[in-house]
């Protein structure tokens, strides 16, 4: 709020300090300003000292603080990109193994065999290629067996005779001899068999 000054009466004047007064005030003042100046100079380079030491000091704190925070902030950082990177691999596994899965399928539908059973073909190569080379590493010399004379001899059936070259007949003739053959044949008993 604003005040208005109201005019001092005529018949009241404010003392006026005496000019001695004054200037005894401005002395001391004056005084005070030279022994704080000149106390200022004497103590000023302790308490500039005082002051850089203090400064270094919290300077400390405040980098051991600061490096403090970093580390913890590099620290979260590093756990969580490990995080990041291990779910990222989890996930690439299981896309890298359902691509294997696909394409393995369509191969086998076209008749491609897997490499599974590549292998089991290679196994079982390697096994029959054993087997070979321990009959062929055992000695051919075997003892014969000699026939046995006697009853339980085997006899040896006299090879078959050829048949008598057949002569070109005339057409008449030819089909009935030929059919009389054939019943002759089916009336014949059989050759034993011994």
Avoid: C
Avoid at 94 to 121: H, M, Q, T, W, Y
């Amino acid at each position: 709020m604003v005040k208005k000054v109201q005019k001092a009466s005529p018949a009241k004047k404010p003392a006026a300090p005496s000019a001695a007064h004054v200037k005894d005030s401005a002395q001391q003042i004056w005084a005070a300003g030279l022994a704080a100046f000149t106390k200022a100079q004497n103590e000023g380079g302790k308490v500039y000292e005082t002051l850089v030491k203090e400064g270094l000091a919290i300077q400390r704190k405040t980098q051991a603080a600061a490096e403090e925070k970093i580390s913890e902030a590099t620290n979260r950082m590093a756990s969580m990109a490990t995080d990041i990177t291990t779910r990222a691999t989890g996930r690439w596994d299981k896309l890298e193994n359902i691509f294997e899965d696909r394409v393995a399928r369509a191969l086998n539908k076209l008749g491609v065999p897997s490499a599974k059973d590549i292998e089991a073909l290679i196994a079982r190569i390697d096994d029959l290629n054993q087997s070979v080379q321990q009959l062929s590493a055992k000695p051919a010399t075997k003892p014969q067996a000699k026939p046995v004379a006697g009853a339980a001899a085997v006899k040896k059936v006299a090879p078959a005779k050829k048949a008598a070259p057949v002569k070109a007949a005339p057409a008449k003739a030819a089909a009935p001899r030929a059919a009389k053959k054939a019943v002759k044949a089916e009336a014949a008993p059989a050759p034993a068999a011994e």
